[in-house]
């Protein structure tokens, strides 16, 4: 089985897999993330009770929590991986490089909007989860705390470049884990591609208009 | 027409290369290659060395007329190889710049003559069926979907000829290995070595040392058969039902 394992994770394919799964696994995470978020728009309390409930979970949040950061590390090293073959597998570049009109903005820039998200992914566990796990002042209301983060003239910039960045990593990732997972066919393809423009514009949107709302005064700010 | 040339020159496989100058004469039905000759001819007039370049049928099947063409690998037009082009697609006066194929895995050998035999290796690696079925049956014995028949046979309008690799910005060979395991695992004749067709394509693959794919498709549109990125798909799935199901 490991010796599989090995085998799979060594070839290019399997990479290629892998990254598929769990990008697809993450999406996931991030839709219940955001219908998460939503209590926000309706109080602090809705938000703080929300927190609290995941919070009850103990040992199964724990798991979660460790689970999810394996998912984003096999994900992120993986691309690592596959980025370094392709970068050593063209060690002469073109003087003149065109494009037949195949390539998009999303699928040329999905290293360079994948390395701005793990920057906000530090950014974003020092702001809060971190926090609350050490016990820092103020993370016991956690809902005023994210509000006064996200609403303040850099947080509001940081969390809004980053939900514009999934979109536009979404916007290639969707659809590109279903062809590397071999699913493309006339009967669904156009779907996939629908479907995944759909998740990437409803996320951006949604991740970004949340202190958007905060600012216009969406659940009872101050 | 008169065309200022930007060629890529380089005396073998250790010399690090560079591109020199040219102005060539060219008449608009010249093919590319045509252009080249009469290129050619004149420098050994002038006892300079030749640009060399590869090129065997001049009729768009052979696939060895490799080269990138203003960034484009066979050139601008659409499901052409070089020597299908056109000086009719370029205008009086234009500036062309013309590169090798550019992959480690095919190392450029003098000018714009790439090593190809990466191919060759993928292919000897189980591009082919090998078990022994005996004397042809009678056709209509071994029933084919005209459905698999067609698609068999758009994969192996593959040529071999690398501007997948060329164009793909991860030099990556899947249009290629994809297209030629797709041919046989579509066709009855390639059941019985499926599985480790697939595994052993896709290894010979790896080792050669070409990028992974990251779906920009851009080998598709560069192709001068129309290879489509179908094939990848199935070459995504011949090799996790490989590993899955062994």
């Given amino acids: 089985m490991l010796n599989w394992l090995a085998r ?8 290629k897999t892998g990254m598929a799964i769990s990008g697809l696994l993450l999406v996931g995470f991030a839709i219940t993330h955001l219908l998460g978020n939503l209590t926000l728009l309706k109080s602090h309390e809705a938000f703080n009770a929300y927190a609290q409930k995941l919070e009850d979970l103990g040992p199964l949040l724990t798991l979660a929590e460790v689970g ?135 996320l951006a949107l949604g991740f970004a208009l ?13 | 027409m008169q065309i200022t040339l930007e060629i890529w020159r380089q005396k073998g496989p250790t010399d690090s290369g560079h591109f020199e100058t040219y102005q060539a004469k060219a008449e608009p039905d010249m093919s590319f290659l045509e252009m080249l000759d009469v290129l050619n001819e004149v420098l050994l007039a002038q006892g300079k060395e030749p640009v060399a370049f590869d090129h065997d049928c001049r009729e768009g099947i052979c696939g060895s007329c490799s080269m ?18 056109h000086m009719r697609s370029f205008q009086d006066g234009d500036r062309i710049t013309i590169e090798p194929f550019r992959a480690k895995a095919m190392p450029v050998q ?34 084919v979907p005209k459905e698999n028949a067609e698609q068999a046979m758009d994969a192996a309008a593959c040529i071999g000829c690398g501007a997948c690799v060329a164009a793909c910005p991860n030099a990556a060979a899947m249009l290629f290995t994809s297209a030629k395991i797709s041919q046989l695992s579509l066709l009855p004749q390639g059941q019985p070595e499926r599985k480790a067709r697939a595994l052993a394509m896709v290894s010979q693959m790896d080792k050669e040392g070409f990028g992974a794919c990251t779906n920009h498709y851009e080998c598709m549109g560069a192709c001068p058969k129309g290879i489509s990125v179908d094939n990848i798909a199935r070459m995504n799935r011949e090799y996790l039902r490989s590993e899955l199901l062994p």
């Fill in chain 1, 8 to 15: 799979v994770l060594q070839s290019t394919l399997g990479r």
């Fill in chain 1, 210 to 222: 949340i202190p958007v709302a905060l600012l216009l005064g969406a659940g009872g700010a101050k």
């Fill in chain 2, 110 to 143: 003098k000018d714009l003559v790439v090593d190809r035999s990466a191919f060759d290796r993928i292919m000897a690696a189980g591009g082919y069926v090998s078990v022994n079925t005996g004397a042809a049956p009678e056709a209509h014995s071994v029933p």
């Fill in chain 1, 68 to 202: 999810l950061l394996a998912l984003f590390l096999f994900h992120i090293v993986l691309a690592l991986l596959v980025t370094m073959r392709s970068k050593s597998a063209r060690d002469v570049a073109y003087r003149v490089s065109a494009s037949t009109g195949q390539k998009t903005i999303g699928s040329s820039t999905m290293r360079v909007s994948g390395l701005l998200l793990l920057v906000f992914l530090i950014i974003h566990i020092l702001d809060f989860r971190f926090k609350k796990l050490m016990g820092y002042e103020g993370s016991e209301d956690l809902a005023k705390l994210v509000h006064d983060r996200i609403t303040s003239p850099v947080g509001l910039g940081i969390y809004v470049t980053a939900a514009l960045l999934l979109g536009f990593h979404l916007s290639h990732g969707f659809k590109s884990a279903f062809q590397t997972l071999g699913l493309r066919h006339p009967k669904f393809t156009g779907t996939i591609q629908c479907l995944g423009w759909v998740l990437a514009i409803g």
């Fill in chain 2, 68 to 85: 990138v063409i203003n960034g484009f690998a066979h050139g601008p037009e659409a499901l052409t190889t070089t020597c299908q082009l």
